[in-house]
């Protein structure tokens, strides 16, 4: 599936089910837009489009990397079952030009009070070489806006990272303020890497 494959089901997943849904829109900007302890690109702008309903849920998000743009697409379905959460999910990361190639995974979490652990299993086309396949995992916990996340990667990917942070709204607008350590396998440059990054968004209700 190419970009404008993806980016038109993602559209038609949001439009054929937008009646009776949730449907949000969001705009945000990073000092330093790293994913998951993995640096992308400086002073990066991003936007998305979301809806859900009963649970299921489906969206577009995209940003602009240092060649081209970054065009996620994802759909999946969350509950709760008592105190425990859950959800299980699909996520495809496409771009305009070559700063990557796609990966495509499924995505399952659960969390429990102010815990929570995602994993994702997928595969890295890798520009018509090899195809990789890696597993990535957080732990992260939560409360009253401050955060903490420690993650990494297995299979063909190897690396690991540890972020703290804190976020809040003023004036309906998102802040945050995260601090991140990620090793020598992710920082690309063959010694650990730090970053402050700062985030400023907003979210509107498109219903």
């Given at each position: 599936?190419?970009?404008?494959?993806?980016?038109?089901?993602?559209?038609?997943?949001?439009?054929?089910?937008?009646?009776?849904?949730?449907?949000?829109?969001?705009?945000?900007?990073?000092?330093?837009?790293?994913?998951?302890?993995?640096?992308?690109?400086?002073?990066?702008?991003?936007?998305?489009?979301?809806?859900?309903?009963?649970?299921?849920?489906?969206?577009?998000?995209?940003?602009?990397?240092?060649?081209?743009?970054?065009?996620?697409?994802?759909?999946?379905?969350?509950?709760?079952?008592g105190d425990f959460g859950y959800s299980v999910g699909y996520t495809g990361y496409f771009y305009t030009g070559d700063f990557d190639d796609t990966y495509?995974?499924?995505?399952?979490?659960?969390?429990?009070?102010?815990?929570?652990?995602?994993?994702?299993?997928?595969?890295?086309?890798?520009?018509?070489?090899?195809?990789?396949?890696?597993?990535?995992?957080?732990?992260?916990?939560?409360?009253?806006?401050?955060?903490?996340?420690?993650?990494?990667?297995?299979?063909?990917?190897?690396?690991?990272?540890?972020?703290?942070?804190?976020?809040?709204?003023?004036?309906?607008?998102?802040?945050?303020?995260?601090?991140?350590?990620?090793?020598?396998?992710?920082?690309?440059?063959?010694?650990?890497?730090?970053?402050?990054?700062?985030?400023?968004?907003?979210?509107?209700?498109?219903?």
């Open positions: 599936m190419n970009t404008s494959q993806s980016a038109l089901v993602a559209l038609t997943l949001l439009t054929s089910t937008a009646a009776n849904a949730d449907v949000s829109a969001n705009l945000g900007f990073a000092s330093d837009y790293y994913y998951r302890g993995i640096f992308q690109a400086q002073s990066s702008a991003n936007a998305g489009l979301d809806y859900e309903k009963n649970g299921f849920y489906a969206g577009t998000w995209s940003a602009n990397v240092k060649d081209g743009l970054e065009i996620d697409g994802y759909f999946g379905y969350g509950g709760e079952v495509q995974e499924i995505n399952l979490g659960g969390t429990f009070g102010v815990f929570s652990l995602d994993v994702a299993v997928g595969g890295y086309d890798n520009f018509g070489g090899p195809k990789l396949d890696y597993t990535y995992y957080v732990l992260s916990a939560e409360k009253n806006g401050f955060f903490g996340k420690y993650a990494g990667f297995s299979q063909d990917f190897s690396g690991e990272y540890f972020e703290v942070g804190y976020n809040t709204t003023v004036a309906e607008i998102d802040l945050g303020l995260t601090i991140l350590f990620n090793d020598k396998e992710l920082s690309g440059d063959g010694q650990s890497d730090q970053a402050l990054i700062l985030t400023i968004g907003k979210s509107f209700d498109l219903n």
